[in-house]
């Protein structure tokens, strides 16, 4: 009964900076741990950072020194901030929560609806 929503999104210009929010809602979501994905029309959906709840995280290669996720515990809002964007990052970015997945190979169980990301050059 976890519900996660998702907000930031947006068109930006290459090399611009983004931050994307997540809402979460739930019982026990604080001791969840979640994550940011996305996905391109005809590519596989992508792991794009984690964090946990023990003040661990993990950055997927394509991103790693450009995203940084966070979370507020008090607010149960989980955010990624997006540095130097390209238009390969154009994408719709999901929000997702897990009780058990500590990883970015985790299986999420809980996800939000999406939110549109479009770079342009």
């Known amino acids: 009964q976890v519900q996660l929503v998702e907000s930031g999104g947006g068109s930006v210009q290459a090399g611009d900076s983004l931050r994307l929010s997540c809402a979460a809602s739930?019982?026990?979501?604080?001791?969840?741990?979640m994550g940011w994905f996305r996905q391109a029309p005809g590519k596989e959906r992508e792991p794009l950072a984690v964090?946990?709840?023990?003040?661990?995280?993990y950055y997927a290669d394509s991103v790693k020194g450009r995203f940084t996720i966070s979370r507020d515990f008090a607010k149960n809002t989980v955010d990624l901030h997006m540095n130097s964007l390209k238009p390969e990052d154009t994408a719709v970015y999901y929000c997702?929560?897990?009780?058990?997945?500590?990883?970015?190979?985790?299986?999420?169980?809980?996800w939000g609806q999406g939110t549109q990301v479009t770079v342009s050059s």
């Open positions: 739930g019982r026990f979501v604080s001791s969840y741990t």
């Open positions: 997702a929560a897990d009780r058990t997945a500590r990883t970015l190979k985790g299986v999420y169980a809980y």
């Open positions: 964090v946990g709840v023990v003040g661990y995280s």
